[in-house]
Structure formats: C-alpha cells, structure tokens
C-alpha cells in the first residue's frame, strides 16, 4: 500500500527543494539540513548525479528524501530505486503518476490550473504542488483556486523567499511550502553549509506556530 505524503511529512511544512551538482555535496548538505531543523527534502532529477545524490542524501538518515522534477516514468523508477520515499512533478502527467502508484511511492503532482487539479482530483490524488506559486500570483491564486476545492491540499512551490512563508502558511489548505531559497546554486558553489542551515532554521522557526 502506497504511503501517505502527510504521514511521511509527519507535520514537516517546510520542503526543500535541493539541485544538487554531485554527489559528494549531498552529505554536508543534508547535515546543515537537518542541523537547521527541517525533516525532508527533495532532489531534483535535474543534474547527472541526481540519483547518486539522493542516495547518498538518504543515507544521512536525518531526512525523509523524495525526488523532485521527475517527468517520466523512468525517472520515477530511477527515483525509487535511490531511494526516494516521493515522488513530485512540476506538472500533471498520467504515466508517471500510474508508475508511482504501481511502485507505491506517494506522487505530488504540480498544478496551475483549475482543470489540471480537477485532473489530480479525478486521478485520486488530493495533494498538489501549486507551481509555480509566485510567479501564478501567490496566495492571491492560492486562496481563489482552494475555494472550490475544499478537499484539496497545496505544497507552493516556485518563486518562495522567507517573506513569503507565514502567508502561505497560515491557509488551512496548505500542507507545506517547497524552495530553493535554503540551499540554492550560490550556497553550493561555495560551500556555504553554514549559511543553508542559518537559512533553514530561519524558515524552520517562522514555520513553527
Ligand atoms: C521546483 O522545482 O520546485 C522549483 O524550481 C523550486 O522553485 P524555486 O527555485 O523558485 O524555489
């Protein structure tokens, strides 16, 4: 039986969305991670060491690691087989959520629109990434696409700065906020371990009520 995501976030509201160039970044990554607080992350299927990245982000043990920007069902598997505890999309793709749900592995969809979550809701998955949040007019779209969507839950994901946390945060709709803002580019180019985890008790604290 396929896991669900809110019991896998077991009330984490903060998600980090991790573009990890290589592997060997993954470990002192996921020690100012969890150093700063935060319970899980995903890695992006977006460098040629995502897979190794996630193994070795899981193998920290401190975080509950899923896989991010995966597109194709092989992917997913790909995912899975590294250790990827979920799955999520930047977009809505059937093939990718049949696959996650033949591997029992949660998928989080990414959606825009009113009939890309109406898709969501008819393939029975209830927990979206709305992406990209800011850029689709922030908790302004939040708020107007939550409405006639009661039974719906959002991770905002896109665009998303610690000025933008309680905002989103304080909509019962929202199980929590995804970014990059913690660990971007610029943080792992130099290193700068010690700034991500000051960045991630920082968005850890404003996210604790
Ligand atoms: C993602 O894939 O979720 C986004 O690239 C994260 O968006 P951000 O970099 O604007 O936080």
Do not use: N
Not at 63 to 76: R, W
Not at 104 to 114: D, H, K, L, N, S
Not at 168 to 176: D, E, M, N, R
């Amino acid at each position: 039986m396929t896991a669900d995501l809110t019991s896998l976030l077991a009330g984490a509201r903060i998600m980090p969305v991790l573009t990890v160039p290589d592997a060997a970044t993954a470990a002192p990554l996921a020690e100012a991670l969890a150093t700063g607080g935060v319970r899980c992350a995903e890695v992006t299927f977006r460098t040629p060491d995502a897979e190794q990245a996630l193994k070795a982000m899981t193998a920290h043990g401190g975080l509950t690691v899923g896989a991010g920007t995966v597109l194709t069902p092989e992917q997913a598997e790909r995912a899975v087989s590294a250790g990827a505890r979920f799955v999520v999309s930047p977009g809505f793709d059937a093939e990718v959520i049949a696959r996650c749900r033949e591997l029992g592995v949660p998928m989080v969809p990414g959606i825009a629109t009113a009939t890309e979550l109406m898709r969501a809701l008819g393939s029975g998955l209830h927990k979206v990434k709305l992406f990209p949040a800011e850029q689709l007019g922030g908790t302004g779209m939040l708020k107007a696409l939550a409405a006639p969507f009661p039974q719906a839950r959002f991770v905002p994901t896109g665009g998303i700065g610690p000025a933008h946390l309680t905002g989103y945060l304080s909509h019962p709709a929202v199980l929590a906020v995804g970014g990059s803002w913690m660990a971007s580019a610029g943080h792992l180019e130099r290193g700068d371990y010690d700034g991500i985890r000051r960045l991630t008790a920082e968005a850890v604290e404003r996210s604790t009520p």
